[in-house]
């Protein structure tokens, strides 16, 4: 096979994943005048009918929009989706609950197709000359030494590109971090919960959408869930979250229909009987996994993992590009607070950065349990209006976990800390009102039951008859 080298004389720095997060950071080199080779295993998804891979509806929220913004694509970004301001709750008797995501108009996520947002930062990052894009490259290995990243090409020729930096934005099975892994230590974990998932497609409806548009649907069933975001052609991309088990016990269609029939009735009509049997025995379940590891950045200071590489999650907190964008915006601080020194910055990034992610990581495992369960309860409702109220009494001391998260830049951890501390102090008061309570109940006893049981015996014991019955008559 023929090797070929390819050396630059300025500072340059190889990407290793073409998806979303990787294009995004490309663009970020770029703007400040640093040659980016950014390299994709697959095919150019403009050229491609259908993208394999992953597909579930991305929800832009505040930290990706000032990732995008600083780059000059958060206007297109968002003209290309759809503003969802609420959740919207369908029971099992198909009846609608509207519960807004939080108190401000600008309280609201946007939902983008993943193909047309990556379709929209590769079209980008083309019309750098900063950038060079090499799709059908598939990492092989990375040469500390001589700082060189050695690729496969689809003519299986073996390509060498000497850089200064390596940086791994290639996903949950990343290649860049098993690599960084054979030259340093680096603790991993990963975690595939029991849910699976399969997309559905509701379709437009007489040209309009079958549902109301500006929410994200969701019909939660305390196990398992079913979820509809809508697109700009007016379908909603719909995703089954199901434990597998129960995957591979729905085996004919009698055993599908009756089971959407029974857990998801308005469903049916929705996405279509006959659509929903075709798509469903055609399809496959995915898995969902959760990944940490440490460090993110090597010994040396010439290898960075990031986005899914460093930190994937299952997706419902809707933070798995919103942090991979972030993770961008992170890095760019420090390589500023450290004159473009990749070694230090990429030290500084792996202190502030680790918390951070492992936290949202965490916080996304939590919010599946909230969106099939808890969103059902009564307790739910109840500690969404405690927030809501104290954050519009004080709103500098008090801001529900879910607008941390979502709609501002407070770092993951804080996010966990203060909410942390927010449960405490709810603790503690609801723990003073129930003594409270208690004391009310207390003395109510002592005054109406016990006071009179003890004067009528004292009166009855003490007291000639015709007295004590005249105070057990007063008394009463």
């Known amino acids: 096979m023929a090797h070929q080298a390819i050396g630059e004389a300025n500072q340059v720095v190889a990407i290793v994943g073409g998806g979303l997060g990787g294009t995004l950071c490309a663009l970020f080199f770029a703007k400040h005048g640093i040659k980016v080779h950014l390299f994709e295993l697959r095919p150019d998804i403009r050229t491609q ?6 597909s ?40 609608t609950t509207p519960v807004r995501y939080g108190t401000h108009p600008d309280h609201q996520i946007i939902s983008i197709d993943r193909r047309i947002l990556n379709e929209l930062l590769i079209d980008e990052a083309s019309k750098h000359p900063e950038i060079t894009i090499h799709f059908q490259h598939k990492f092989i290995s990375w040469n500390r030494e001589d700082k060189i990243a050695t690729f496969q090409n689809v003519s299986n020729d073996y390509v060498e ?23 340093d230590s680096v603790d991993f974990s990963q975690r595939y919960i029991d849910t699976h998932y ?11 959408f079958a549902m109301d548009v500006n929410y994200l649907h969701i019909w939660p069933r305390h196990e398992f869930l079913l979820i509809a975001l809508p697109n700009q052609d007016k379908t909603f991309t719909t995703t089954l979250f199901l434990p597998l088990p129960l995957f591979q016990q729905l085996t004919t269609v009698d055993e599908l229909l ?53 930190h994937s999650m299952i997706p419902f907190y809707a933070q798995g590009m919103n942090s991979a964008f972030e993770d961008t915006l992170v890095l760019f601080e420090k390589l500023k607070e450290t004159n473009f020194n990749f070694p230090k910055a990429f030290a500084e990034y792996n202190k502030t950065r680790i918390d951070d992610a492992h936290a949202i ?22 500690r969404k209006k405690v927030d809501n109220f104290l954050y519009r009494l004080f709103p500098q001391w008090w801001t529900p976990l879910y607008t941390m ?72």
């Open 161 to 183: 590109f000497k850089v200064d930096a390596l940086i791994g934005y290639d996903g949950c099975h990343s290649s860049v971090r098993a690599a960084m892994m054979k030259l």
């Open 56 to 95: 579930i509806n991305m929800a832009l929220s505040r930290r990706g929009r000032d990732a995008l913004a600083y780059v000059n694509c958060e206007d297109t970004v968002v003209n290309n989706g759809i503003p969802m301001h609420s959740r919207m709750l369908h029971d099992l008797n198909c009846h």
């Open 361 to 382: 990581v965490d916080l996304s495992m939590y919010n599946h349990y909230e969106m099939r369960h808890l969103v059902t309860t009564r307790s739910y409702y109840w």
């Open 49 to 54: 009918k259908v993208v394999k891979g992953r």
């Open 405 to 476: 998260v979502t709609f501002t830049r407070i770092p993951y951890k804080k996010c966990m800390d203060l909410r942390r501390g927010q449960d405490k102090f709810l603790g503690i008061c609801r723990g003073i009102s129930y003594s409270i309570a208690g004391l009310y109940l207390l003395k109510q006893l002592v005054v109406y039951v016990i006071k009179p049981l003890v004067i009528r015996f004292l009166a009855k014991r003490y007291l000639p008859n015709a007295v004590a019955d005249t105070v057990a008559d007063t008394v009463a």
């Open 258 to 310: 009756a089971f959407f029939q029974k857990y998801f009735p308005d469903a049916i009509s929705f996405i279509g009987r006959e659509n929903l049997i075709e798509t469903y025995f055609s399809s496959k379940p995915l898995p969902l996994i959760s990944v940490k590891c440490s460090p993110h950045a090597s010994v040396h200071g010439d290898i960075l993992l990031m986005g899914d590489a460093a």
């Open 198 to 208: 399969m997309e559905f497609c509701i379709p437009a409806k007489n040209n309009e």
